[in-house]
């Protein structure tokens, strides 16, 4: 069975430019959560999507947004980059909207100039 | 506000001594715990966890862990490290607010593994 899959690789934006990430669950998971890890750091938590309904968010501002589509995978919006958007975005899929069955995605790479 | 610190950034050790990684954390209610390790180029892997029962739990690659409630401490374990446990190793508490759920990471610790 495919893991988490996680869309692109890598990525280099521009500070004020907006950019949206890609995440596809394992078969079966409807819970999809979001991560940033800034490089040295542990991953912080942003949200968490479980049946399409936002069921858990970290503190991030209000330029990260998140959605879950009907087939279950998900996309994580941030507008206005700044250059501490610099991070490994990780996405981790699981089968309830908890955290003890979850499996993670290889990862974005989002870097800002 | 939860928490959870791991104090030791580095550590290294020899290939078959023995390991400990310290884990702390602070929340309120009956904590779910986690240890994650992630390798250079791998993303993160569970470990292990803690819900309840057993304070002792056994996870994969022979790596343990013991719940400590008294010391609010979620310690890692393994009698004998191999060269291929060299990574970067997270703790992590899980906490609720009604249905909704959060995970809190520490800031790692990074285990060299000495030949």
């Known amino acids: 069975d495919a893991g988490v899959t996680q869309s692109p690789t890598h990525l280099i934006k521009t500070r004020g430019q907006q950019v949206t990430l890609r995440c596809s669950p394992i078969?079966?998971?409807?819970?999809v959560s979001w991560y940033q890890q800034v490089l040295g750091q542990g991953p912080q938590f942003i949200f968490q999507?479980?049946?399409?309904?936002?069921?858990g968010r970290g503190n991030f501002p209000d330029r990260f947004s998140a959605r879950q589509f009907p087939n279950y995978s998900s996309e994580l919006n941030v507008n206005a980059l700044l250059l501490g958007d610099s991070a490994l975005y990780l996405c981790?899929?699981?089968?309830?909207?908890?955290?003890?069955?979850?499996?993670f995605g290889p990862g974005t790479r989002l870097t800002v100039t | 506000a939860q928490s959870v610190t791991q104090p030791d950034i580095h550590i290294t050790v020899s290939e078959g001594a023995s390991l400990e990684l310290r884990c702390n954390y602070s929340?309120?209610?009956?904590?779910?715990l986690f240890w994650y390790v992630q390798s250079p180029g791998q993303g993160l892997q569970l470990l292990l966890k803690?819900?309840?029962?057993?304070?002792l739990v056994q996870g994969i690659k022979g790596f343990e862990a013991e719940f400590k409630r008294s010391q609010s401490s979620f310690n890692l374990r393994k009698p004998s490290v191999h060269w291929s446990d060299a990574a970067e190793y997270f703790c992590?508490?899980?906490?609720?607010?009604?249905?909704?759920?959060?995970?809190?990471f520490g800031k790692g610790t990074l285990l060299t593994v000495n030949p």
């Open positions: 078969s079966g998971h409807k819970s």
């Open positions: 999507y479980y049946e399409k309904e936002e069921r």
């Open positions: 992590a508490v899980e906490s609720s607010g009604g249905s909704n759920y959060k995970l809190t």
């Open positions: 803690y819900f309840s029962g057993d304070t």
């Open positions: 981790a899929s699981s089968l309830r909207n908890r955290f003890y069955e979850q499996y």
């Open positions: 929340y309120g209610a009956t904590p779910y």
